[in-house]
């Protein structure tokens, strides 16, 4: 039993059409519910909610506020390799690029960690690509033992591994693994994926069940915005949340939709989501789920970031580089997307505060 | 009204019913026929599991009533084994309401023996059904260890105090992945309609029905009102209150980008 016998039983298409069907009553009635099932959630997301938006906002930032106080926790990415061997159509480190490719050392590491920690960060998000020969298990093992003792977190954003491989690294002090499904929609799943293991949709689709069976303590599910239509591919993500929730029921769980940045490689997004449809999709995850956590990257602009971080997020990254070796010494060459806000963690911690709400680095120890 | 499914057998109605405290089985036998139940829940310390005509059991052989041997007087996980498979070779049925209360005054449910006790009877091929605190931790364990559903009380059995434990009840159902069935402490037809309503799977009764004085009436006044509140859940309530807002202070942003 995995999510994909779930998502079976749900035609793309039959989604899709009831979504764009919902109606103002349907708006009305999902904002009203005390608690609103994946039938609001539908409503909340379609064309008919977006003039209801101010009172999206209102519930959704009273619901936020409820359950996470005036805090946002920032986090940082720590990207330790861009060699990839997938051929994702929509990221830079698609391996027909002709981009330098590097992965960092130990030392070369070290040296990140030194500026990171001294931002003022406590958790930290490796990253790299889908290289198992170069960036797998071997590789994270010595990080892990490298990392531990400057990190109260550490969390992985990296290709999918068995359950077994998690289990292992949550024991070096794994926290949260995030793996996006980019889409849902796996008829079209291959036009995006053009090589490599991240070809494999179930292989993909069922990491959180294998993280769930491993016990990480968190899991972050995402999808890439501007592939297929967003409103259908983030109700998926939905049903796959509420079906995580109630299987790993002692699991975190927390959530991004990440929308297409330019990059390296020449793909546009077929389906681009607006600001406002972005905001409408985060306030409808946060009426429809009161405790998920919602972040949202330097992808966005300062401006968007600023005035939407009362309105339902709980995460930011704050100084984030793309590129591995970025803090020490920036080589824009070697990035995975140019990054729209680009204030120091400094500066954007000064923007939280600047609206009253504190900036948390930190909310774990190593030694617990 | 959708029917609903537990392991292997379908039920229409979402009345589970109890066979104690009526004043003769004749009176028994009308008031669970009147109550259109399918499933009729039997303390085995009452039948005489060695005699096959046994008189309680007489007056429940009618095709629509399933058997459900409940454990009621066991005080530990291993009396509970032991008094099942009794139960499961006297009555042929392999369905059990666990039941393992150690306290004889509130005849509350011991958590800890309850889900040992799951996990053993579960591996021994019972469909069980706990009867248990409204904890909804151990209700996600109850998953794990293999019960067919949970049956969480709503206040203290037979004390017919109603929906005291509501906002855990609410929780239990929306977290559960097994059908929940209210049991305990339901004492009117309204309590059982306001479980339903919630979007309990069923619900148990048994005192309410037996002590009123006229319990087939009252048989029948459980029958609607579980009807009735699955009908309103099926049917999803109408809201409660809806809000107006004028301005748009959170959003005008949105026109300046």
Known sequence: MSFESVLNQYSWKEVHESILAKTAKDVEYALASAKPDLEDFKALISPAALPYIEQMAQRSADLTRKRFGKTIQLYIPLYLSNICENRCVYCGFNAGNSIKRKILTLDEIMAEVEVIKAMGYEHILLVTGEAPHRSGMDYFREVFKALRPHFAQISLEIQPLEAHEYAELTEMGLHAVYIYQETYNRDNYLNYHHAGRKQDFQWRLETPDRLGQAKVHKIGLGILAGLEDWRTDTFFCALHLNYLEKTYWRTKYSIAFPRLRPHQGSFEPNNPMTDAQLLQLICAYRIFNNEVEISISTRESALYRDNILKLGVTTMSAGSKTEPGGYAVENRELEQFAVNDDRSAAEIEKAIKAQGFEAVWKDWDGFM | ?257
């Open chain 2, 1 to 257: 009204m959708q029917s609903l499914k537990i392991a292997d057998k379908t039920f229409t109605s979402r009345l589970f019913t109890g066979t104690g405290k009526f004043g003769s089985n004749q009176e028994m036998e009308e008031a669970l026929l009147e109550s259109g139940s399918q499933l009729v829940t039997v303390a085995l310390k009452r039948v005489d599991l060695n005699d096959d005509n046994d008189d309680i059991i007489a007056h429940l052989r009618h095709p629509q009533f399933n058997l459900l041997p409940n454990t009621s007087g066991v005080r530990n996980a291993k009396e509970a084994v032991f008094a099942a498979e009794l139960a499961r070779e006297a009555l042929g049925t392999n369905w059990l309401k666990l039941e393992i209360h150690p306290d004889p005054k509130y005849l509350l449910p011991d958590s800890e023996e309850t889900l040992a006790a799951t996990y053993e009877l579960a591996k021994r091929g019972f469909i069980v059904l706990p009867y248990i605190q409204a904890d909804p931790i151990l209700c996600k364990k109850l998953e794990d260890a293999g019960a067919a559903a949970v049956m969480p009380l709503g206040s203290p059995i037979g004390s017919n105090q109603g929906l005291e434990t509501r906002r855990f009840l609410e929780i239990i159902i929306e977290q559960s992945k097994l059908p929940v069935v209210v049991d305990a402490g339901i004492g009117t037809p309204s309590h059982a309609a306001q479980a339903m309503e919630m979007g309990a799977s069923a619900v148990l009764v048994n005192t309410a029905i037996a002590a009123s004085p006229n319990p087939v009436q009252m048989a029948r006044a459980f029958r609607l009102a579980v009807e009735a509140g699955r009908l309103a859940f099926e049917a999803k309530l109408a809201p409660r209150s809806s809000q107006a807002h004028a301005t748009s202070p959170l959003t005008g942003f949105l026109s300046t980008l």
